[in-house]
């Protein structure tokens, strides 16, 4: 076995944080004040602006360095009108939500008959224009579990059945709701892109699970059943957005980046809370707690602009810093609620791995256990990842998260103040240890 | 000790019938059939009445005779836009529902500055006329009780408030639902009715927990805080509705009637399955499965419209059978949700207590216990409870009856089938055994 990489002074100070961190609702207290002082900030909008302008004046307050934005365009997309009903032979209302980039039926609303799918695969095996003048509804549940697993495979709907849509000749599609709630809460959450030239998909939405369920009881029925659907999102001109960065600047290796990050911008249903208003407060109030043991390599705290409408403002932070990409060291990202973190995963070269789990190794008291070396980092780090940076995950249990995710019901109320305490505890270990540890993580030491 | 009033062979079918209940799903098949074939069902709406249609469909296809509606006229009041927003200086949207009753705000809406308070009674101490241009605020909770016994406590602010709006001023008022909900879901419910002649109240809205929690929040950090409404609802010209009732009919004394409740009517956010769904599938079930045993007296199954708007329907009952009510022998309503029932309660004469008791006791298996004599015996039951008929009510675990009462989320997949199973075994034990027993339950045997 290797040597221990931190000294009995490093593992005390990094207690000491941990034990600081459980005893302060500084995490806490800033996810309140960014969800209330805010609430929901969809990228592009105004909102999302003054967002920003909230993150600037917190990251000072809270005696950050260099704090900035650093600006890129994003596309725009708004909600609007969003009804539907089964108009026969059941009728009444049901609840959705268009799902982000949707195109609109027009404030007259589409009419048609449902044909109904278990699953997306079923409906990709059909053949072209086999749903001409038909709603598409696609009944797929999402799996919950601990690590969200379920999520990657049931996200797959969302992204492309507008696009199945027009391939088919339906005139509009209608999604189970990518999440796990069994409340009347339908999730939104962004279509894939098109690229230049490309069609715009059939108006899109997802219902809630008991809507879900109530249109399966229908069609189970036997006869025909006929749904109206009125979206009218627009897509407006290409606005602003914008990445927020504050640093703990080092003491001894300030070129040297510890980058933590969490996104900023929110979908517009909920305030944004578990998602990501707790990855906002979790990886401040780690860094500040940080602050006071003057590290020796540079922490940046990253609020990433603009990534649920598809990772927009990672990969603006990836081109905008793409000359510095190897002097960040190692990196994380909070993205998955509020829970307790559970475990330690690390994106490392072999040749660092026992030190990078020396990391992990210090937060066991907290409940945090070994992970594989095979961690995501989290989705405003998929640039940097490509590009080589390493990255950790510090888990979080996910077993609710998908409950309240891309929903109105995704509220301040939902956190945990213990639980995010937890987080901040975990996430201070990280930032203090691998702003000490002498290592780099990549395989070369430079 | 007063002797066993009944036989041997009397228990032994009461707890055959429950035994068949619980391996029935005919309760809960009635609720999804109700739920999804009608869906909401307002007072008085083209709904209501297919509601009525489906109703007398189904108690004419479970063999029940006498099968009928019985019309009255309801007042007419639907819900128009309802939306609220902080306007400064944390502007984003509230989750709101106009309260049944409001009046409009018309379709500009009202934006003015929010005035907390933290209960009806500190509003109610107010002098005239001293909240003049402002919206009123009203952050009381209701406590969670298994009886339900926090409701009564908190209903009283969604009754006046939209009338001390009026004496105090103000141009509208928002309400912390009346609701143990911690989801984003705002409670409806009606207000107070008018009586002729009365000033209409200020348009008055409820606000889902969460949004209530955001409320005040914002007030706490001590700027003034404004809110703009829109509410556009409508009070139509009266419409008709009716009480369906089916019967078995008594074999030995068919004049003397028990009857069974339940209210067909629904709010109009949810499908109205655990209010009252699951009373019209408990009723009907348990009266279906004594019909088997040819019962002595006449079960009376009354499904009463027009409950949540003001108990217009069970006013119409008891004016309709002011002349029978001497023959109505015990009434019964299931309106408390689709928990399983825990109590036998009554409302008879001293001298008929411990008959009454027996029957509670045939389902102590089941796990029902002993309550007290002072049974309400549910809401329809009021008028003809006054009138001295008397009432047991089987009482159900009403734990997380508020968390759906009255939303948008008041949907069949809420409902559990053992639960409901339960409820039916009990109704079915109550039935037969109060059609059997040689007594009556006022004070004088006519
Ligand atoms: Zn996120
Ligand atoms: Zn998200
Ligand atoms: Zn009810
Ligand atoms: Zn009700």
């Known amino acids: 076995a290797l040597a221990q990489p931190f000294s009995e002074n490093q593992l005390t100070t990094a207690q000491r944080l941990m034990d600081q961190a459980l005893e302060s609702d500084l995490g806490y207290e800033i996810v309140e004040s960014l969800t209330t002082e805010v609430g929901p900030r969809l990228a592009g909008t105004e909102a999302e602006s003054r967002a920003r302008d909230w993150a600037i004046a917190m990251l ?28 026969s032979p059941y009728p009444q209302p049901l609840a959705i939500t268009a799902l982000g980039g949707s195109s609109s039926t027009g404030p007259d609303g589409v009419e048609a008959e449902i044909v109904a799918f278990k699953d997306l695969a079923s409906v990709e095996a059909l053949p072209d224009g086999s749903l001409k003048g038909k709603i598409i509804f696609i009944d797929e549940p999402m799996t919950r579990t601990q690590d969200g697993s379920g999520y990657g495979v049931a996200v797959r709907k969302r992204r492309t059945t507008a696009y199945e849509g027009v391939r088919l000749g339906a005139v509009a599609a209608l999604i189970r709701s990518v999440g796990t709630s069994t409340h009347r809460f339908a999730h939104t959450g962004q279509m894939q892109r098109l690229t230049e030239g490309e069609r715009e998909g059939v108006p899109t939405a997802a219902l809630s699970a008991p809507d879900a369920d109530q249109l399966t009881r229908s069609l189970k029925r036997g006869q025909p059943v006929r749904v109206k659907m009125v979206l009218t999102p627009e897509t407006l001109p290409p606005s602003e957005s914008g990445n927020v960065i504050g640093e703990i600047v080092g003491s001894e290796k300030p070129e040297e980046i510890i980058l933590v990050g969490a996104h900023l911008d929110s979908w517009d249903l909920g305030t944004g809370a578990v998602d990501d208003g707790a990855g906002v407060g979790i990886v401040t109030a780690a860094a500040r707690l940080v602050a006071a043991e003057n590290p020796k390599r540079t922490i940046r705290v990253v609020l990433f602009g603009a990534e649920e409408v598809g990772l927009v403002g990672a990969k603006a932070y990836a081109e905008q810093h793409w000359d510095d990409l190897d002097n960040h060291m190692l990196a994380a990202e909070s993205d998955f609620g509020a829970g307790r973190i559970w475990r330690f995963e690390t994106r490392v070269h072999e040749s660092k791995l026992e030190t990078a789990q020396a990391i992990g190794n210090a937060m066991r008291g907290i409940g945090v256990g070994p992970g594989p070396n095979t961690a995501y980092g989290g989705p405003d780090l998929t640039y940097v990842r490509a590009a080589g940076v390493p990255v950790v995950t510090l888990k979080q249990d996910g077993l609710d998260y998908f409950d309240l995710h891309h929903t109105p019901n995704d509220t301040f109320d939902k956190i945990d103040p213990a639980d995010m305490a937890q987080n901040v505890a975990a996430y201070a270990a990280f930032i203090y240890l691998a702003s000490e540890v002498d290592a780099h993580f990549r395989g070369d030491e430079e």
Chains 1, 2 share one sequence.
């Open 60 to 87: 000072k307050a809270q005696g950050f360095e260099n704090v900035r934005n650093e600006p890129f365009p994003v596309p725009l997309w708004v909600r609007g009108v969003e009804t539907a009903a089964i108009t």
